[in-house]
């Protein structure tokens, strides 16, 4: 199937109907392009919470790739990264021929990290074209709307392209019309600085009767990936209002962690990764993970398709971790039933699962039956002290399940 439709088959389900259903159609159209070229989980929350063993068997939703590659590091048998939108699939290949192909570790931070130096063309053209599937060379060698082939973003600039990319422009434009000046917020030198220039430059944005009407539109969301029913989330946790619900998520992301050490940070304020400083960087760029992960790098499975569709196909108990990001958000009680039947099919003794939601709480206790939801345990304040480490903040809940 095509990313259009496999979009519509996870978005348009049940709860489709009336008003909902238009803007649910509308998000469909919206996603069905490349809307992560980084993907906004911290893996290394993930792997905190996951404690692998060697030789693990991984499954992943892609996104823009980032996380799927980090898991390298813990040497698994296989990650198996599933995605609806092939252009994840191409953004996740393009990073991983970066990192088997290119000659030497400065290489791959230039491509990757820095993602805009002239001599990032010959790179594509030399290392990395010709090692592309089908599928991932049609993507990038298509040209983009500015009518430039799309491998041309790795010379400008890469994480400013795809719709977060073009979200994140768009807010530093909306908050200095409004006032505020999100680019200086990475310019803190330490974190009681970036407290000082979050309540001076930012937070009174949030404020203001602009904003306050923006968060109330689901659309105004859909570059994040935001689909209506994650929406109704968040509203479920805005108990004051969507605003002040952004305001301190975005205060978590400012405030709460070292800006050197905030790879989504350096991202959502300075607009790119900070490639002097190895802990600014995302882990899969970092220096001291490239030997494994170039080791590892052919363990890498990319799949278009839906997570329930993967694991029909796999053996009972042969998985040993499942990272769901947060599409259990988009999902409806039949959906979410019909995935934990294969999660719980192919899990192996002691498997976990891990996944974010928009709002605080896990919708697996209220959605799915009871013989599927007795086979797992959770504690949510684990849960609790797992999200507190998750750097990219954006979240309202990042949840561990243990198969019993």
Aim: hydrophobic share 40%; net charge positive; glycine share 4%.
């Amino acid at each position: 199937m095509n990313t259009k439709t496999l979009v519509n088959s996870a978005v348009l389900n049940s709860t489709t109907s009336g008003k909902k259903g238009l803007a649910d159609r509308l998000f469909t159209h919206w996603f069905s392009r490349l809307v992560y070229a980084q993907i906004w989980e911290d893996p290394r929350s993930d792997l905190d919470a996951l404690q692998l063993k060697p030789g693990a068997n991984i499954l992943t939703i892609s996104s823009g790739g980032c996380n799927a590659l980090a898991y390298l590091s813990a040497r698994p048998a296989a990650v198996h990264a599933v995605d609806l939108n092939g252009a994840h699939l191409a953004m996740l290949e393009m990073k991983k021929q970066a990192i088997k192909h290119l000659p030497d570790y400065d290489a791959v931070l230039q491509y990757l990290g820095e993602a805009n130096a002239a001599d990032n063309i010959k790179r594509y053209q030399r290392h990395i074209r010709p090692h592309l599937s089908e599928d991932a060379s049609n993507f990038w060698e298509s040209r983009s709307l500015t009518g430039s082939p799309r491998y041309s973003y790795f010379s400008k600039n890469a994480y400013q392209y795809g719709l977060l990319g073009d979200f994140i422009g768009f807010a530093h434009i909306l908050v200095r019309l409004l006032g505020g000046n999100l680019k200086k917020l990475s310019t803190a030198k330490n974190m009681e600085e970036q407290k000082i220039l979050f309540d001076q430059y930012l937070a009174p944005v949030f404020d203001t009767k602009l904003f306050r009407y923006l968060s109330k539109q689901p659309i105004a969301l859909y570059s994040l990936g935001i689909p209506p029913s994650q929406f109704e989330e968040l509203k479920n946790d805005a108990k004051n209002g969507l605003h002040l619900l952004f305001k301190e998520r975005m205060r978590h992301l400012a405030c709460d962690f070292p800006l050197e050490e905030n790879c989504f940070a350096q991202q959502a304020f300075a607009r790119r990764y900070d490639t002097k400083k190895q802990a600014a960087l995302p882990m899969y760029l970092q220096e001291r993970y490239f030997t494994s992960l170039r080791e590892n790098i052919d363990k890498i499975y990319p799949h278009h398709m839906s997570l329930t569709d993967f694991l029909v196909k796999q053996p009972k108990a042969s998985m040993d971790a499942y990272l769901f990001l947060d599409a259990q958000d988009w999902m409806d009680a039949q959906q979410i039933t019909e995935l934990w039947e294969e999660v719980t099919r192919t899990a192996a003794p002691n498997a976990k699962v891990v996944f974010r939601t928009g709002g605080s709480d896990s919708p697996l206790e209220h959605k799915l039956p009871a013989h599927l939801i007795s086979a797992w345990k959770t504690d949510v304040d684990h849960n609790r002290v797992l999200y507190a480490t998750d750097r990219s903040a954006i979240y309202g809940g990042m949840h561990l399940y243990t198969k019993i």
